[in-house]
């Protein structure tokens, strides 16, 4: 074989591992390392109450004080970091504390979960401006979207 011969030899062998490793990475990275779909760890007050299992009654009652919570939490991020994780801490204890006894583990689970996939998520995507803003996550109830703390 001629130089030239292996020369385009080796190109193409060159060519055909980058395109491999392309497609190995595009894989990897679709099955692996991709978020969570945005519905996956939705927190919003129907997730809430269907994931704890509350009566119609008592669903009610818990959009009604995530609607205060909203309020209060937006309010506390004008403040700056501390003042937002105060807010936070107190509206879930509220939250805890409306919600029937049997109802509050499962919320305490809900809850870490959702912190472990916040985690997670931050530690994947780039920090950009904004990214370390308030609360936990987006709400819907009767007054619409908004961020539940």
């Known amino acids: 074989m001629s130089a030239s011969s292996h020369r385009a030899r080796a190109a193409g062998t060159a060519v055909l591992l980058v ?11 679709r099955l692996w390392l991709a978020p969570t779909p945005i519905g996956a760890m939705s927190l919003t007050a129907g997730a809430m109450s269907e994931r704890l299992g509350l009566s119609p009654e008592d669903a009610a009652r818990l959009s009604v004080l995530l609607d ?10 004008a403040d700056g970091p501390e003042a937002l994780r105060a807010a936070t801490d107190a509206a879930h204890q509220r939250i805890d504390a409306s919600l029937p006894p049997e109802s509050r583990p499962a919320f305490h689970s809900w809850m870490q979960e959702h912190r472990e996939h916040m985690m997670d998520q931050m530690h994947r995507a780039p920090m950009g401006p904004g ?3 308030g609360g936990g996550g987006i709400a819907q109830s009767r007054g619409g979207a908004r961020e539940v703390p």
């Open 19 to 29: 395109l491999t490793g392309a497609v190995l990475g595009i894989t990897v990275d």
């Open 68 to 77: 205060t919570l909203h309020t209060e939490v937006t309010a506390a991020a």
């Open 131 to 133: 990214a370390m803003r």
